[in-house]
């Protein structure tokens, strides 16, 4: 198994600690309901503007992960699609559905905790947010947190796969 790529160079700023904290309460809250935890808040001018947690047990969404619900609630609250001045904090590696999202959205950074070595299009895999190609780059951090982050991941994983089988949902069966 290869390890994650190292962070950028770029530096992180003050904030981006307590507002991946913030995005690891909502991490929390996905563990508690039995959601993959995975959390993420939307800052703009230093004002949380979005929130998510994944949803997609939940909403039967496919669609409903932590920053595509933060992302619509940011929207939502700014009235405009186009999130320039945005900053994304999310716990995990954004997967390619939600990287590009961040690229369609034009966020400009985006910051995550864990890297995800089997599905993170954000350094992993790919690296869709910095893609030359694309019509918007995002300023990338990652790894901020990571062992607090990955940590939720871990002990979420570890009860699910201690629990019996005849309490797991009809669909993981």
Do not use: I
Request: aromatic share 4%; charged share 25%; net charge neutral.
């Amino acid at each position: 198994m290869t390890s994650p790529p190292p962070a950028p160079p770029a530096t992180t700023t003050p904030d981006d600690e307590r507002f991946l904290r913030e995005a690891l309460l909502l991490a929390d809250e996905a563990a508690a309901v039995g959601e993959v935890p995975v959390g993420c808040v939307v800052v703009v001018d230093g004002a949380v503007v979005g929130r998510g947690r994944n949803r997609r047990e939940q909403d039967r969404d496919p669609l409903a992960h932590a920053e595509v619900l933060a992302l619509r609630a940011a929207s939502s609250a700014l009235g405009r699609w186009r999130l320039a001045g945005a900053t994304l904090y999310v716990t995990l590696e954004p997967c390619f559905m939600c990287a590009g999202a961040l690229v369609n959205a034009r966020v400009d950074r985006v910051v995550f905790g864990a890297f995800d070595p089997k599905a993170g299009a954000v350094g992993s895999l790919a690296d869709v947010c910095r893609d030359a190609r694309l019509n918007h780059r995002l300023v990338v951090h990652g790894g901020v947190l990571a062992e607090e982050c990955g940590d939720v991941l871990r002990r979420f994983f570890r009860a699910r796969r201690e629990r019996p089988k005849a309490a797991t949902l009809p669909e993981e069966r």
